[in-house]
Structure formats: C-alpha cells, structure tokens
C-alpha cells in the first residue's frame, strides 16, 4: 500500500531503535505530512516542554504519495515544539529524503532525546546506525553534505549548519544544498540533539492498486492541471516573478516593513536574475522545477527565492542583485532561515537608523550586511544579539512598534497594509507570522478582491488554512493550485478507497483545530494573535499603497468574525462542541 | 534503429522518468528499479546532470551465453526461462542501465513511458547508429 506502515522511533539519549506500527486510525483522519506530525506531537508531548530540551521530538513525516508518481509528491514534512515561538512547528522541504525513508520501509522517523555527542543518524532499509559527527559540527551545511555524498552513495541527507549547532532560533535544516526546512527554530532543535545530520538510503518500492490505469490517468492530470498557465510560473521564473506584483501592488516589504515599494525592484526582480540563470533543478517527482541554479559574478546559489529578495533584498535596503544571492548562500550554508534573518537584520538597522539603539549597521550598507550571517550563526559580536530574534530584541532594545513578527516568528514578504487579508492570515497561523498556511494575497493585492476591507477575508483565511492543510499533508507541493476535488481524486487512486473533498475538508479543518489545542495548551490565546502596531499605525508612504494602514478595530473585527467562523470562542479557545464535531 | 536518447540541458533531474519506469515494468514506484540512470545533483563545481539509457548498443545480447536477451524488431526482449543469473549483461552494459534484480535482470525494452511522463523533453526517441 502506499503507507509503509511503520514508523521507525528513535532515542538518541540511549540508542534504542525501534520499529512500531503507523497509528492507522490518525492517518486515517490526518494524512500524513503536517497534520500527522502534529497529532504524534500533541499526543506525545507534555505541555510546557522546553523546545531545546531532550524531552522535545524531531518528526519526519511523508504522506500517503510520498515515492509515488503523482506529480510534486515530493516533499517532507518535519515538525517539532518551536524554540522561535513555543507553538507547534512543521515545516516543509523538498529535495529527495521524503521518497527515500518511504523507501527505506518507513513512513515517518521521530527522533527522540539527546546524542552524548555530535552524531550522523544513517538508515539503510532496516539497518540503523549512528556515526560520529564531530569531524564535522562547526561546518556548514554544503561542506557538510558534500563531504558525505562522496563516502555514502545513494544516500540522501538531511543537515544543519552552524546556526542549528548554536540553537539560534532562525536556524533552519538543509537538503540538497539549497533546500530548507526553514522556519521557527527547527534548525536549533535538531542542534539541540547533536544531531548533525539523518542520512537514509532504501531500497524498496511504493505499490499501489491498477498502478499502469492510474499512470495513464495520472500522466493526464500531470500534462492538464499540473503543467497548466496556473503553475507554469513556478517552471519559468519561479517564485521571483512575485517582486514585480509586489511593487505594482505597493505590499514589497521595503526597509523594515517601513514602506511597500522599492526603488531598486528592477534589480532584483525576475528579469534580473533570468539573465543569471544557469539551470534549473526540481524535487523528486516534480514537473514544475522551481530550483533556480543563478550565478551573479562570483556569487552561486539556487534561489534566490521572492522571500529572499524581499526581505534580505528590499527590507534591508539592498537593491545589489550580487549581494542578495551571496547572503542567500551564507544563509543556506549556515542554516539560517533567511526569512528571520532578513528581518532581524532590517530591524537592527532601522534600530541604528532612529537613534534607539546602535547596532552598527544602516539600510543599504552591503559589506556590513553580508557579515551579518556568520556573526549570527555563530553568536559572534553583534550577532550575539540579532541571533536572539526580533521579538526579543525588542523586548530588551525597545522598537516594539516595528519588531515585525507575530508569536515571535517574523513577518514573510507580503505587507499586510497592502492585503488585508494578509494580516489575519499571520495572525492567526499555527506557528506564528507565515505565509503559507493562507495567502490571500494572491487573491486580494494580486487578484480581484479589495484589497482594503475586511469583507469577506476571515472566511477567505479560513478555507485556505484548511484547504493548505490537507496539501501539506497529503503531500502535494504548495506551488500546484489544485482543487480539493483534485486531491480527492488523486488520494482515491493511490489509497484504493474512495475519498472525497468533503471528507478532505474535514480533515483540513481537524488539523487546524488540533495545532490550535496544542498552542492553547502552551498558554496561547486571542491576546497572541496581534500584529506588529506599525500595521495598524504608521501609514505607507509610497507607491498604491502609500496612506494604507490596516486599522486596529478593523483587525478586531476580523478575528473576532474567525474565530466565529472557526467555531471557538472570542478568546480564540476551540469549543466543546467544535472538538466533539472533528472528533478531537 | 531507434532508441532513447537523453538530453541532459533539458533535465531538471525530477526523476518522474524512472519512477514511470519502474512502474510500468515493475508493478511499484522504485527508482532503483528503474531501466535507465538519470541524476541531477550539485557538487563542489556546481550542478551536475548525467544520464544513461539503453540506445541498443546490443552488448547485452552479445554477451547473453543462453539467448535469454534478443533483440526483435528494434527492442530488446528479455526471456526469465532461459536466464541463468550469471550477472554478464549487467556488467557489459555500456550504460549501465541493466537491473540486477533479486531474480533475473531488467532491460530496458523501448516502452517510452519514461518519454511520456518528461515534463521537459529531456527524453525522446531517435535514431542511432553504433
């Protein structure tokens, strides 16, 4: 079937190894990917955990496509208590390891406890080892991995860089180089267990009923919704062709979140880096190929993806295309979500810039900003300090006004002054300030709907929190734009049962309730899904959006009308009857 | 004759050609099973894209001591009952694209399902002379 069936635990404090069943009734009603990872979390994790401790949980979830042929089934889900935020946390790579531990013979892989010493997880089909990692804590991630595809063919890795190693809490996890399982700390959790990489290598296969009808009906779906005008951008540009709708739109995170366009936009826009463009790259099963190989003068990387440009590029000031792809690299080398750090970054200099604080650094200023990483990664001079996060930073440095970021995770590259929509979706996402559990952007500053009203945007939030839900745990790529009736087509065929969208939708609805329950169990509620005040505050000077705000009693309403959606209560607690509804 | 060629500027490495490979001739999605190598991985100079399928060079059917492997009609045929596992068409193979399986071998037999499911064009069928 195309579950393994397994789940393979294993506790690095003592090395014990064990293969258990797959709980098939929680992947009955959660998939697999997020919404299973979360629910082994909420079942397994006390309340209260440090998320640095050994008492923490590192998940590595496929779904029930994971190794399969359906198109951009590739990717991993990988989930843990986040040191960022202290809420639930799953994150989403590409690359090749989700198909290979499906190979390997397991559906999911948790890592439990902590290493005596810095360690290698290797997994070749039932053989579990652990290598010695010190030759290489304190390298990066490219290093890293580069050194082990030489002496362990056929495996696939999964890394962390310096910043994972120092628990910074914007460390990120690494794969095929520029691949990243970027946010909330998830990075630092795996440092937490000195666990430098999981290498997994599987020689099995994935069956699935009438497998010759379902690849012809498959390849069809493939060729005439996959490789449709919707998702082609995805193969043609990528996701830097976002920059110029940005722009047009007034909602490019420009020099902290101080205004939404940016003079220099043509220098890191889409057309900039076509003329960089070396090749392209995509994950296992994949036919939109998203991966940018770009080289800009000596600087390489693959990427850089919008969230780069944006805020390592126009929220830092720096319109030096070279510069960006450059920071990109350290980042990925590093392990540093550049999300974070672009934002950690753009908040110490529009510190320095008003005077509240000297962190050394101004918008705009390139050498000093390309040293930025390392210092951070490694908690050296004032990278001790940004390495802590905006939220604390402000906290002991003041500028809480502009730390932009909600529940301690900072803000993505759509401002929310621009999108309403935008807003309740950070504020109200499971793991703090994201952009892809909703985003309505694409429908509001990028498509038809008013941009500037709250008509409407609270429902809008919540089918694309739920709609994201079952994708990211199916596992279909968030880059195709396929309907439910899609993914219940496709699940149909590959689980040999007839699944519909109905059902899906349940489903997506369960996993936010149940993320929802374990963030009210660490203490979270209505007071936590706020915004940063300059949204509701600073007006926007430039471009279409120059005079927006987002005003606060709008917002108020607006998640007070989400959470009535939602069926919880105007503290944003899940009801009695909405926990007996989803069978909770 | 005509036979799979491979275009390696064309590749994006997704690997959906093996994957319709094994599943076409295998019964399951497996790209280790899979009838030609196709792999797009970075190193240390950068991204690397190599490929190798089966373009009939017919080194297999030379080296087949029992006529288990023939060639018919411009495709290969592979016959289990006269196999003896003796492993020889794995290791003559210029491409390396003959399958040691548990039991028996497999061969590449001009399908081109793995063509159908390129997304890029990567994969065509075309003439070539040995």
Redesign the interface.
Known sequence: MSYTGKVLRVNLSNGKVQSEPLNEKWARDYLGGKGLSIKYLYEELPSGIDPLSPENKLILMTGPLTGTIVPNSGKLAVAAKSPATGTILDCSIGGRFAPELKYAGFDALIIEGKAGQPVILCIDDETVKLRDATPYWGKGAHETELALQETMAGYKFLLIGPAGENLVPMACISSELYRQAGRGGIGAVMGSKNLKAVAVRGSGGIKVPDIRKIMVALNKIRREDTMSDDNMWAYTDGTPMIVDLSQSTGILPTRNFQEGTFEDYQKINAEALRKALQAKKACLACTLACGNYVRQGKAVVEGPEYETLALCGSNCGIGDLEAVIEFNRLCDDLCLDTISTGNVVAYAMEMTEKGVHDFGIRFGEVQKYLEMPALIARREGIGAELALGVRALAEKYGGKHFAMQVKGLEMPGYEPRGSWGMGLAYGTADRGACHMRAWPAAVEAYGDLDAFTIEGKAELVKNMQDENAVKFSAIFCDFWALSLERQAEILSMILGRPVEADELKTIGERINNLARLFNEREGFTRRDDYLPERIHADKLTTGPTAGKLLPKEEYEKMLSEYYAIRGWDQDGKVTESKIKELGL | MKALTFHPEKC?????CR??C???N????????ARLKIS?????D??E?KGHTCNLDLACVRACPTGAIQEKNGRLAYDRELCTDCGLCVSVCPNGVIVQKKEGVGVCVQCR?CA??C??GALTFEEVSH
């Open positions: 994006t490495g997704c690997n959906l994957l319709a094994s599943g076409q295998e019964g399951l999605f497996s790209p280790r099973l797009s991985c970075y190193t240390g950068g991204l894209v399902t159908n499911w997304p890029t």
